[in-house]
T-cell receptor, first 116, second 116 residues
């Protein structure tokens, strides 16, 4: 069964450094998402992406965050200058279907980001 | 305002027994979708079951079923014949038409522990 893949599984970075989290969504999916989950807390929406542009973003997704789909398969989340509070699990998700589709979002296994 | 409420931070169930995990939601939309995800200790997010607001029947998927009470705005997950491998965090999530329904809003989760 096709799945969303995320790399790396764990990233350790010094505070202030840039980090890029990578995702390969399921190939026929059209909508892509990033979520984060701080340890022990609920999953929080960051950004959604469709047709090569951001379609929605949360208050968490400030100017230090950016997303890109550099080619036909990868979907990346960049954090420009990491802070301690960016330490979290970051999930990529994708789904097929139309604008108000009831298709589930399929999640990757996550990247655990640790900021030192 | 909290859109998804899961009032049980933790639940215990004996192996082979059934368990109900509560989820209530808040939306003014007529069209919305409710989803349940399982997050084992390894961290990945696994889609379990979906219920659409217009679905007349409660959703079922193997040992998982939804007790959907639209008037009460609740969508409780029922797991029958619990297994040790069911021990995990369980998240209820909703998609509605806020911001074109692009993202999910997750509840805080319920940690289920299955006892041998």
């Amino acid at each position: 069964e096709p799945e969303v893949t995320q790399t790396p599984s764990h990233q350790v970075t010094q505070m202030g450094q840039e980090v890029i989290l990578r995702c390969v969504p399921i190939s026929n999916h059209l909508y892509f998402y990033w979520y984060r989950q701080i340890l022990g807390q609920k999953v929080e929406f960051l950004v959604s992406f469709y047709n090569n542009e951001i379609s929605e973003k949360s208050e968490i997704f400030d100017d230090q965050f950016s997303v890109e789909r550099p080619d036909g398969s990868n979907f990346t989340l960049k954090i420009r200058s990491t802070k301690l509070e960016d330490s979290a699990m970051y999930f990529c998700a994708s789904r097929e279907g139309g604008l108000l589709s009831n298709q589930p979002q399929h999640f990757g296994d996550g990247t655990r980001l640790s900021i030192l | 305002a909290q859109k998804i409420t899961q009032t049980q931070p933790g639940m215990f169930v004996q192996e082979k027994e059934a368990v109900t995990l509560d989820c209530t939601y808040d939306t003014s939309d007529q069209s919305y979708g409710l989803f349940w995800y399982k997050q084992p200790s390894s961290g990945e997010m696994i889609f379990l079951i979906y219920q659409g607001s217009y679905d007349e029947q409660n959703a079922t998927e193997g040992r998982y079923s939804l007790n959907f009470q639209k008037a009460r705005k609740s969508a409780n997950l029922v797991i029958s014949a619990s297994q040790l491998g069911d021990s995990a965090m369980y998240f209820c999530a909703m998609r509605d038409s806020d911001n074109y329904g692009q993202n999910f809003v997750f509840g805080p989760g319920t940690r289920l522990s299955v006892l041998p």
